[in-house]
């Protein structure tokens, strides 16, 4: 009897202290709602948890080209301009978008690279016609003159 009541007691003992099991789940978000997170964080003025969703969306769709611009844009708002410039470029390698080209144009021109910028309005306005664009355009244009 206390043979069986020894057994029994260890073999609780031993399964009482073994680990649980961790079970770790995929992201159930996707790309676009990692973006879109993003957003709100960003327009809370939460960068760092803002930055963090824009990576996560890159890393579930390295070929979607808005994660890279609203990093240029989260760069750009955090004094950051080498770094946006860097993310502006990297969304142009996904899509020749014209408002990725306007803010890398302006980013540009706030660093003094004037020719430089004045590329990339120009193919922005080729893409499309818009009035920020053209602002952008005639500072750019005002400083190439002096």
Not at 25 to 47: Q, R
Not at 62 to 89: H, I, S, T
Not at 131 to 137: I, S
Request: with cysteine; glycine share 2%; net charge positive.
């Amino acid at each position: 009897m206390k043979k069986r009541l020894f057994i029994i007691s260890t073999i609780f003992f031993i399964t009482s202290c073994s680990l649980p099991k961790i079970i770790v789940y995929d992201d159930p978000l996707s790309a676009a709602e990692h973006n879109d997170l993003g957003v709100v964080y960003e327009k809370k003025s939460m960068f760092d948890l803002a930055e963090k969703e824009y990576k996560k969306a890159i890393n579930k769709n390295k070929d979607w080209y808005l994660p890279y611009f609203n990093l240029g844009n989260l760069y750009y708002k955090k004094g950051e301009k080498e770094k946006a410039v860097e993310y502006y470029l990297k969304a142009l390698e996904k899509e020749r978008n014209p408002d990725v080209l306007n803010n890398l144009a302006y980013v540009l021109y706030e660093l003094g690279k004037y020719e430089e910028a004045q590329k990339y309005i120009e193919e922005a306005l080729t893409i499309k016609k818009d009035p920020k664009y053209e602002d952008t355009y005639k500072k750019i244009l005002e400083k190439l003159k002096k």
